[in-house]
């Protein structure tokens, strides 16, 4: 029996949903099922670095082997994302008999449900299904969006629909291209600086280059939601670095980059924050001109400005902070690879802002008060920054570590240090 797809939206929060598989297409469809705020259950024998991340961070449960049926208990949705049709079609046999959606993505005509090309801008979610075809779906989303972000009175119908003498003709889906960027240019890297956390964060010009992307390099920084735009045929690298965890070295990913652009083919290598700024841009760069491999860098919001932001903290106010420095804390104080000079910062009135120090807080802040910076200084660190996961805690410099291992909070995560901290509260 066959028929037209029927659209709905799915309430998902606090329901189980069971994504079978670890992969690069299982990491780009988790995303939006925690946004949806899923009770996910994610059953492999082993994950990709951006999924392990997900799973050390308790945002959901990890069953370290093969599917079982009683995997189902309770689910509500089931999403297939192995490469083995044998055991996707299993898989979805227990789900048909139990009744619970099934979406697959080996088998798309054999699946239950499917999941939509997405966009979102503020509380408005469009979803797009093509029939079967993906790109199509991408294509009419991407045009949506486009068109929901120019604004009302700039809605028009694309110039193929245009009639004669500049009348609007009939707007038809089946001619909108495959793909909303045909002419992509292939044999280039972009370094696309993804921002803080927040999708809607990234700038225009990397959200096309993203759109243009075969092959995309992220990392654990990245907004997931990003992921879950992009196309099947794109080929996702997992470079995830999870601190003191499993990583992809950057010699691997320099060699990724330039491989897959000397085969012709458009790369962005999609970075958290701003590629620039502890983002090993610089490095990546370096490799690939050196391999002779043009390469675009796109700027990105850095979360050193907008965590702080997203917390109601500026970095700089006037009459209270007239300068602020960025800093790496991913090295102790007493480190000899260390090349941050603390008993120095501790003598500047401005403001402080510290990246991956949380592992190494106390011994930072101790060092800081040891050379001069008071004690009662106003702190605040800011986990997961401008995401529907931000956690924030204020405190002061002297007991800021202890309250956040009281806390719980985890990287990554902005320590912000400076009167700046209590400059907007009212």
């Known amino acids: 029996m066959s028929g037209s797809p029927y659209p709905l939206g799915l309430r998902l929060a606090g329901r189980r949903v069971v994504v079978v598989g670890g992969g690069v297409v299982a990491t780009r469809r988790v995303p939006a099922l925690l946004d949806a705020g899923a009770d996910v259950l994610l059953v492999a024998p082993e ?58 993505a080996d ?13 979102r801008q503020g509380p408005v979610t469009v979803a797009v299904l093509g029939g079967g075809d993906p790109r199509r779906a991408m294509a009419v989303r991407d045009a949506v969006r486009d068109l929901l972000a120019a604004g009302p009175g700039r809605l028009a119908p694309p110039p193929a629909e245009v009639g004669a003498g500049g009348a609007p003709g009939p707007v038809g889906v089946d001619r909108w291209p495959a793909s909303p960027h045909p002419t992509r240019r292939g044999g280039q890297v972009a370094l696309v600086g993804a921002g803080p956390g927040d999708p809607e964060l990234i700038t225009v010009k990397g959200r096309r280059l993203l759109a243009e992307a075969e092959v995309v390099v992220t990392d654990r920084l990245v907004p997931g939601l990003l992921l879950d735009e992009l196309g099947p045929e794109v080929e996702l690298v997992d470079a995830a670095k999870i601190p003191y965890g499993p990583a992809c070295t950057q010699e691997e990913i320099n060699r990724i980059l330039v491989d897959r652009a000397r085969a012709g083919r458009a790369v962005v290598r999609l970075k958290g924050g701003d590629p620039y700024v502890f983002g090993r841009g610089g490095e990546e760069l370096l490799a690939c001109a050196g391999a002779g491999v043009p390469v675009t860098v796109v700027p990105g919001v850095t979360s050193a400005i907008a965590a702080a932001a997203g917390a109601g903290v500026p970095v700089t106010h006037r009459a209270v902070a007239h300068e602020f420095t960025v800093v790496s804390g991913h090295l102790p104080p007493d480190s000899p690879a260390s090349m941050v000079r603390w008993e120095h910062l501790a003598g500047l009135r401005g403001t402080l802002v510290i990246l991956m120090g949380l592992k190494n807080l106390a011994a930072i802040s101790a060092t800081l008060v040891a050379h001069g910076r008071p004690a009662q200084t106003p702190a605040v660190v800011v986990q997961e920054g401008t995401t529907g996961a931000q956690r924030t805690i204020r405190s002061t410099l002297g007991v800021v570590a202890a309250d956040v291992a009281a806390a719980g909070l985890r990287p990554p995560a902005v320590v912000v240090v400076g009167d700046v901290v209590g400059a907007l509260d009212f």
């Open 107 to 119: 088998d798309r005509a054999a699946a239950t449900a499917w999941t939509p090309a997405v966009t």
């Open 47 to 104: 994950l990709t670095p951006a999924l392990r991340a997900h799973a050390d961070a308790g945002r959901l449960r990890w069953q370290r082997r093969r599917f079982a049926a009683d995997d189902l208990d309770g689910a509500w949705l089931v999403q297939v994302a192995v490469d083995d049709p044998t055991a996707a079609a299993a898989v979805s046999a227990v789900a048909d008999e139990r009744r619970i959606f099934c979406v697959r």
